[in-house]
């Protein structure tokens, strides 16, 4: 970690909504400079209303927010400059010309359109829209506009970029060209970058810290390699060449099921061996046609956490994570 002011610093923040629900308890968090960071959680874990906060949709019940130091309700005109926000819903005006939506938004941050237009090019181009610059937002399609919105929040150079489910419902290719873009931006510009998803492979794809929040609280908040390191954990599905109705014996292993007869699922911690698996399996006359992982690490980390409320690091070493 760095001595530099964090680009983001929430502080016991909590928010209960006009009927009563509380989707935010107490959250801490802290995003250092230059980090990306990945914000995990199921539907309704509380995501969109932090990001709700830090965009000033709508004020915390109590707790701070700072953007590079400076407090978001004390000072809002100067934390906003820092920020960057790509919200869930497109919420541009429809019949507004694509560059002028980008032209309008610098315009805001008292940014000239001789100024911004330079910019605004580099943008649209970077995100392959620069061909629609001339087109209505609504005549674009749903990943186009998912990009000029990208392009919108970047037009003022933000210190610290928040995207809310940018990849949702985007297909792979322009998923993998938007993770593309982001890295570039983050690398480059040394933009800081948050963004939540609710896809794991992308968490693990980007982000060096990721937090995971689940019924408004924070589960776990740590850098992506010590908690990679610390899943030692894994599942593997065996397809079998025949049906077999009994049950199957395997020794030494954490955990064995049988969805159904011609599949075997088999659970390995750290020093437990596919070849004791295989040696056993042969010695029951039992062939395997394939195998595969069941999901990658994150995504059972993710599942336990969720199925089981494991709260703490400290729980999660009991639980052998
Ligand atoms: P996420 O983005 O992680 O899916 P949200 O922040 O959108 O979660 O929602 C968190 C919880 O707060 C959900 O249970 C949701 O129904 C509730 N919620 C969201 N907005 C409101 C609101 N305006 N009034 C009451 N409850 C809300
Ligand atoms: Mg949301």
Redesign the pocket.
Known sequence: MTNLTPALQVKNLTKT???G?T?LKNVNLTVPQGGFFALL????????????IISSLFKPTEGSVKIFGTDLLQNPSVAKQYLGIVP?EFNFNQFEKVEDILINQAGYFGISAKESKPRAKKLLTALGLWDKRNNKARELSGGMKRRLMIARALIHKPRLLIL??PTAGVDIELRRSMWDFMQQINTEENTTIIL?THYLEEAEQLCRYIAI?DH?EIRINTEMKDLLSKLSIETFVLDMAKPINEPIRIEGVTAVSQPDAQTLEVTLSEGESLNQVFTQLSAQGIEISSMRNKANRLEELFMRLVEQGIETEDSMAEAGL
């Open positions: 909504y006009s009927n629900f989707a959680g199921p539907n309704g874990a509380g995501k969109s209303t932090m990001i709700g869930q809310d489910e939540t929040l408004g």
